[in-house]
């Protein structure tokens, strides 16, 4: 294989480069040492919390049973009160001081317009703030808050006859919830609110309330380890290394540079740049005894005694180490144009 000696050179120069590449990152896996972050979960907990409610009735003739379950309709004339249970369940994944404080408040509220604004409040604490203290890893809190609808109802006439504005009226009871967990690597805090809304003044009317609501929690830390060598990929840049060294050195041996380009090489190259459409190839050569051969010593003027005559312009050519020349050819009849160009032989 033959390359120009620069070619060669940029060859050879690559693989070197590519096999100090190769080993440079084969010794820096060994040698050098790296660390990654891992994160480690110190504590973590999760929560759920809901609501519950039976709606107890009067002695009635439309119901049999003491009290009604959830996601039904109700007769305000047959309640006796609302029974509403909250629950909340806290869970960490190990012994933490835990304070839990909740409240229960309810919210007596008119409502007014399409998106239901709230145009009047009155506030009661149905169960005072209270403090729950322990040291476990779970805790239970159950809050049971029994609600006659006649106070509110009393309450809801008089604003009325007071206002003489007749709005939808609902009475909202919330629970408010903090937890907080407390550890020797820190805190995490749980909030939750549950609520439900029951209509005040309607005949008939369903309760909505809250769906379960779910938390969760987690302490962790960063901290840095020692990343272990990749063996595969240090393997992978020796092999890489010595393959790029191989091929660098039978480069080296094998490719030899070409002869840069001569008088002969440049004439030539000229030629069919300016008239290689022009040219037609021969197998070979025309004996030199054909007794009506002329000899021309341009290839311009080859070139318009082929246009004269309408003919092509032949040629043969050879480039070997002992033999270097191009002949060309112009045919007309038996008469035969003729031009050579020599190249040196290098000894």
């Known amino acids: 294989m033959k390359l120009s000696k620069f070619m060669k050179r940029i060859v050879i120069a690559l693989g070197i480069l590519l096999t100090l590449a190769s ?10 040492a790296k660390y990654e972050e891992k994160e480690e979960v110190y504590y973590s907990f999760q929560s759920r919390g809901n609501v519950d409610y039976k709606v107890f009735l009067r002695p009635n003739v439309m119901y049999e049973q003491e009290y009604l379950g959830k996601d039904r309709y109700y007769v305000l004339n047959y309640i006796d009160h609302v029974n509403i249970r909250f629950n909340y369940f806290f869970k960490g994944s190990k012994p933490a001081d835990l304070e839990i404080d909740y409240i229960v408040k309810a919210y007596l509220q008119g409502l007014h317009g399409r998106e239901n604004e709230v145009l009047w409040s009155k506030d009661f604490v149905l169960v005072p703030q209270k403090v729950v203290r322990c040291a476990d890893s779970e805790k239970a809190i159950e809050v049971a808050v029994p609600v006659f609808l006649s106070e509110y109802m009393a309450l809801k006439e008089m604003i009325f006859q007071d206002s003489q504005v007749n709005t939808p009226v609902v009475l909202k009871v919330v629970f408010d919830l903090n937890a907080l967990a407390t550890t020797e690597k820190g805190a995490r805090e749980d909030l939750m609110s549950s609520n439900i809304v029951i209509p005040i003044g309607e005949n008939v009317f369903p309760i909505e309330y809250a769906p379960a609501t779910v938390g969760e929690g987690s302490l962790s830390e960063l901290f840095r380890v020692l990343r272990p060598v990749d063996t595969r990929e240090v393997a992978i840049s020796f092999a890489l290394s010595f393959l790029f060294l191989a091929i ?3 480069a080296a041996i094998f490719i030899q540079a070409a002869r840069p380009p001569d008088a ?3 004439s030539v190259a000229a030629i069919f740049k300016e008239y290689g459409e022009r040219l037609a190839s021969l197998e070979q050569a025309i004996p030199n005894e054909h007794s009506d051969l002329i ?3 341009s290839i311009g003027d080859m070139v318009k005694i082929a246009d004269e005559v309408g003919q092509p312009v032949f040629y043969y050519k050879v480039n070997t180490q002992m033999e270097r020349k191009i002949e060309f050819y112009v045919f007309d009849n038996s008469r035969t144009y003729y031009m050579v160009i020599f190249g040196e032989i290098e000894s």
């Open 23 to 32: 080993s440079a990152y084969a010794v820096y896996e060994l040698k050098v």
């Open 248 to 250: 660098t050195v039978l």
């Open 264 to 266: 002969f090489d440049k």
């Open 295 to 297: 000899n021309i010593n």
